[in-house]
């Protein structure tokens, strides 16, 4: 039997393989309304009047799964779905993010994220096979409390960062990346203590 009949054999849905973290097809009915909602609300955000603080929070509590107290993000916002990305209290969020929820994405508090940041959770499968026959999967991104990520930077799926860390800008993050450090490059390493003079 072949990967791909493994995966195909599977009863459960699209959806809940999806969100256990297994091989799902994003081209699932389910799933595609899921995206067009975060489709509409997003763009109504990032078309939003910026003196509308208001009415532009009340979109981002319908969009997103959690907002904490204080947040602001400045668009142009781009998520997969929305509901599964998840925002501590007083975070600023730079323009541009690019935030692909398809698994969970965790912000913690007081978070600075730069201009045209990714947080990528979406994988794909190494088999040619399963690939071809678009199959995917995704893991969950974690940012703790106090981190700031530099502009450009990318965190890649199943990262975790900790609390009081910098990633430096243009940094791509492919591993856990520990509590109160600077981490740069590509790939990201750690290069010294935030506590370091």
């Not at 935030?99 to 979406?122: C, E, F, H, K």
């Not at 409390?145 to 609390?163: E, K, L, S």
Request: include cysteine.
């Amino acid at each position: 039997m072949s990967s791909l009949d493994l995966v195909e054999d599977d009863p459960r849905s699209m959806r809940e393989r999806m969100l256990a973290g297994d091989l799902y097809r994003g081209a699932d009915p389910e799933l595609e309304a899921e995206m067009r909602r975060a489709m509409v609300l997003t763009t109504a955000f990032n078309d939003s009047d910026p003196r509308d603080s208001e009415g532009r929070r009340a979109l981002l509590e319908r969009l997103l799964g959690s907002l904490g107290a204080e947040v602001e993000i400045r668009p142009p916002l781009q998520v997969d779905y929305g509901a599964h990305l998840h925002i501590g209290a007083r975070t600023f969020v730079n323009f541009g993010l690019m935030a692909l929820d398809v698994a969970q994405i965790r912000i913690g508090a007081d978070v600075l994220i730069g201009p045209n940041v990714q947080l990528l959770t979406p994988t794909h499968p190494i088999d040619p096979e399963l690939r071809r026959a678009k199959w995917e999967a995704a893991l969950p991104i974690t940012i703790g409390d106090n981190v700031w990520i530099g502009g450009m930077a990318v965190i890649c799926p199943g990262v975790t960062i900790g609390d009081n860390s910098v990633i430096g800008a243009g940094a791509v993050v492919t591993k856990d990346i520990p509590a109160d450090v600077v981490a740069v490059g590509n790939p990201a390493r750690v290069i010294r203590s935030v506590h370091d003079r």
